[in-house]
Nanobody
Framework: QVQLVESGGGSVQAGGSLRLSCAAS????????MGWFRQAPGKEREGVAT???????GYADSVKGRFTISRDNAKNTLYLQMNSLKPEDTAMYYC????????????????????WGRGTQVTVSS
């Protein structure tokens, strides 16, 4: 049974930082692509950042230069370091995993994610 559990969300003022974590279990983590997605009220879910099994990364244009995705395969944990936060970053942030046959490749592919966490709320005030 795959479980993805996010943590680290909260409320912060514009310009501040947060670090999200996602603990994964029940999935062959090191071979998986991992991603962060977000959904703001009244908006569709969007991809924020991805990292594949060989650590190639991809970012949405709106977060490039501010957010950094990383993974610790020894701890089965995914991270999202968010700096210079803006009010428009306010959303529920979800961790997701994609398993394929063999090693998952593709650092900018937001499609095909099989497993999802329940989310952690990030609120940025101006």
């Amino acid at each position: 049974q795959v479980q993805l559990v996010e943590s680290g969300g909260g409320s912060v003022q514009a310009g501040g930082s947060l670090r999200l974590s996602c603990a994964a279990s029940g999935v062959d983590y090191s071979k998986s692509c991992m991603g962060w997605f977000r959904q703001a009220p009244g908006k569709e879910r969007e991809g924020v950042a991805t990292i594949d099994s060989v650590r190639r990364t991809g970012y949405a244009d709106s977060v490039k230069g501010r957010f950094t995705i990383s993974r610790d395969n020894a701890k089965n944990t995914l991270y999202l370091q968010m700096n210079s936060l803006k009010p428009e970053d306010t959303a529920m942030y979800y961790c997701a995993a994609k398993r394929t046959n063999g090693y998952c490749l593709g650092g900018s592919d937001y499609t095909g994610y099989n497993y999802w966490g329940r989310g952690t709320q990030v609120t940025v005030s101006s």
